[in-house]
């Protein structure tokens, strides 16, 4: 499992309405590895809050640049 951010990982289960589950927060060593249920959740995410999808894409793909990530969460947005 992931080293999430405890504060965060509370807003992101609440944007949700749900616990992410462990599938969820298992790291990926890049973004085309996501599964789809990580992209799943960043596309909730994306549509309410980025600063949130972009806390969760730094958590399960800690080896992407920001900018990679970021522009990967505006497809969603």
Known sequence: MT???????RQIEHMLGRALGPSELKPV???????????????ALAQVQLVSALDYMRA???SALTTTLTKFISTYA
Request: charged share 20%; glycine share 0%; aromatic share 0%.
């Open 3 to 9: 080293q999430i951010n405890n504060d965060h990982r």
């Open 29 to 43: 060593s890049s973004i085309s590895d996501l599964s789809a249920e990580q992209v799943a959740v960043v596309k």
């Open 60 to 62: 399960v793909v800690p």
